[in-house]
């Protein structure tokens, strides 16, 4: 399974904070983003790269790029 990692975001000040997890594709990748979005209030938006490369951006209100 490819590794994805997540930049967590909670502000333009703070570093992001990365996170790698397996997924077995973008899909799931952006499923998990969602998922970790909505388990901690602190973040405002996530960033998921594969190979160091941004696949998708997730912002709380729920649009995505």
């Known amino acids: ?3 994805y990692v997540f930049h967590l975001h909670d502000g ?3 570093p992001p ?7 077995t594709d973008l899909d799931q990748a952006r499923d ?3 998922m970790r979005l ?4 602190q973040f405002t938006h996530i960033e998921v790269l594969l190979n160091g490369e941004e696949k998708l951006r997730l912002k709380r209100d729920g649009r995505g790029s």
Do not use: I, R
């Open 12 to 14: 333009p000040a703070v």
């Open 32 to 34: 998990l983003a969602e």
């Open 17 to 23: 904070q990365a996170e790698s997890v397996e997924a």
């Open 38 to 41: 909505l388990l901690s209030s």
């Open 1 to 3: 399974m490819p590794t």
